[in-house]
Nanobody, 124 residues
Framework: QVQLVESGGGLVQAGGSLRLSCAASGLTFSAYTMGWFRQAPGKEREFVAAFGWSGGRTYYADSVKGRFTVSRDNAKNTVYLQMSSLKAEDTAVYYC?????????????????WGQGTQVTVSS
Protein backbone atom coordinates (compact mmCIF):
# COMPACT_ATOMS: atom_id res chain seq x y z
CA GLN A 1 0.00 0.00 0.00
CA VAL A 2 1.46 3.31 -1.09
CA GLN A 3 1.54 6.07 1.48
CA LEU A 4 2.72 9.65 1.15
CA VAL A 5 2.90 11.60 4.40
CA GLU A 6 3.58 15.31 4.37
CA SER A 7 4.94 17.27 7.32
CA GLY A 8 6.48 20.64 8.10
CA GLY A 9 3.53 22.94 7.48
CA GLY A 10 2.57 25.70 9.86
CA LEU A 11 2.12 29.41 10.39
CA VAL A 12 4.87 31.75 9.25
CA GLN A 13 5.18 35.47 8.69
CA ALA A 14 5.54 36.91 5.22
CA GLY A 15 9.17 36.81 4.17
CA GLY A 16 9.85 33.74 6.26
CA SER A 17 10.76 30.19 5.33
CA LEU A 18 9.43 26.67 5.81
CA ARG A 19 10.58 23.26 4.70
CA LEU A 20 8.01 20.64 3.84
CA SER A 21 8.82 16.95 3.80
CA CYS A 22 7.01 14.05 2.20
CA ALA A 23 7.89 10.55 3.30
CA ALA A 24 6.92 7.80 0.88
CA SER A 25 6.41 4.11 1.53
CA GLY A 26 5.08 1.14 -0.40
CA LEU A 27 6.69 2.10 -3.68
CA THR A 28 10.06 2.03 -5.39
CA PHE A 29 10.73 5.65 -4.62
CA SER A 30 13.62 6.13 -7.03
CA ALA A 31 11.36 5.15 -9.94
CA TYR A 32 8.85 7.90 -9.25
CA THR A 33 8.74 11.53 -10.21
CA MET A 34 7.68 13.43 -7.09
CA GLY A 35 5.57 16.54 -7.25
CA TRP A 36 4.21 19.21 -4.96
CA PHE A 37 0.83 20.83 -5.51
CA ARG A 38 -1.17 23.29 -3.45
CA GLN A 39 -4.78 24.25 -3.04
CA ALA A 40 -6.02 27.50 -1.56
CA PRO A 41 -9.61 27.89 -0.35
CA GLY A 42 -12.00 28.21 -3.25
CA LYS A 43 -9.30 27.55 -5.85
CA GLU A 44 -8.19 24.65 -8.00
CA ARG A 45 -5.26 22.51 -6.94
CA GLU A 46 -2.22 23.83 -8.75
CA PHE A 47 1.25 22.60 -9.56
CA VAL A 48 4.11 23.97 -7.48
CA ALA A 49 7.23 21.93 -8.19
CA ALA A 50 8.49 18.49 -9.12
CA PHE A 51 11.67 16.44 -9.09
CA GLY A 52 12.09 13.92 -11.88
CA TRP A 53 12.88 10.30 -11.21
CA SER A 54 15.90 10.30 -13.49
CA GLY A 55 18.57 12.85 -14.23
CA GLY A 56 17.83 15.20 -11.36
CA ARG A 57 15.65 17.53 -13.40
CA THR A 58 13.43 19.93 -11.48
CA TYR A 59 10.32 21.80 -12.51
CA TYR A 60 8.69 24.87 -10.99
CA ALA A 61 5.60 26.97 -11.39
CA ASP A 62 6.43 30.52 -12.41
CA SER A 63 4.87 31.82 -9.20
CA VAL A 64 7.45 30.07 -7.02
CA LYS A 65 10.52 30.06 -9.23
CA GLY A 66 13.49 31.52 -7.38
CA ARG A 67 11.78 31.19 -4.00
CA PHE A 68 11.08 27.47 -3.65
CA THR A 69 13.48 24.56 -4.07
CA VAL A 70 12.47 20.93 -4.49
CA SER A 71 14.89 18.16 -3.58
CA ARG A 72 14.80 14.45 -2.84
CA ASP A 73 16.72 11.89 -0.84
CA ASN A 74 16.21 8.46 -2.39
CA ALA A 75 17.95 6.79 0.55
CA LYS A 76 15.25 8.19 2.86
CA ASN A 77 12.34 7.90 0.39
CA THR A 78 11.66 11.55 1.04
CA VAL A 79 11.04 14.62 -1.09
CA TYR A 80 11.39 18.13 0.27
CA LEU A 81 10.09 21.56 -0.60
CA GLN A 82 12.15 24.42 0.78
CA MET A 83 10.05 27.57 0.69
CA SER A 84 11.60 30.99 1.19
CA SER A 85 10.44 34.59 0.86
CA LEU A 86 6.93 33.38 1.57
CA LYS A 87 3.99 35.55 0.63
CA ALA A 88 0.41 35.63 1.83
CA GLU A 89 -0.65 34.18 -1.53
CA ASP A 90 1.38 31.05 -0.78
CA THR A 91 -1.18 30.15 1.88
CA ALA A 92 -2.69 26.79 0.95
CA VAL A 93 -2.78 23.12 1.73
CA TYR A 94 0.32 21.59 0.17
CA TYR A 95 0.13 18.08 -1.27
CA CYS A 96 2.82 15.64 -2.23
CA UNK A 97 2.20 13.44 -5.27
CA UNK A 98 3.97 10.57 -6.98
CA UNK A 99 4.06 9.65 -10.65
CA UNK A 100 5.74 6.49 -11.88
CA UNK A 101 8.52 7.37 -14.29
CA UNK A 102 7.67 10.19 -16.61
CA UNK A 103 8.63 13.81 -16.19
CA UNK A 104 7.63 16.54 -13.80
CA UNK A 105 4.15 16.97 -15.17
CA UNK A 106 2.21 20.11 -14.33
CA UNK A 107 -1.06 18.20 -14.58
CA UNK A 108 -2.48 16.74 -11.39
CA UNK A 109 -4.18 13.99 -13.40
CA UNK A 110 -0.74 12.64 -14.34
CA UNK A 111 0.06 11.64 -10.77
CA UNK A 112 -0.78 8.22 -9.36
CA UNK A 113 -0.64 8.77 -5.61
CA TRP A 114 -1.35 11.65 -3.26
CA GLY A 115 -0.71 12.54 0.34
CA GLN A 116 -3.25 14.04 2.72
CA GLY A 117 -1.72 17.49 2.65
CA THR A 118 -0.19 19.89 5.13
CA GLN A 119 -1.45 23.42 5.82
CA VAL A 120 0.83 26.37 5.19
CA THR A 121 -0.40 29.74 6.38
CA VAL A 122 1.55 32.91 5.67
CA SER A 123 0.54 35.96 7.66
CA SER A 124 1.06 39.39 6.16
Amino acid sequence: QVQLVESGGGLVQAGGSLRLSCAASGLTFSAYTMGWFRQAPGKEREFVAAFGWSGGRTYYADSVKGRFTVSRDNAKNTVYLQMSSLKAEDTAVYYCAARVGGTGSYSKSSYDYWGQGTQVTVSS
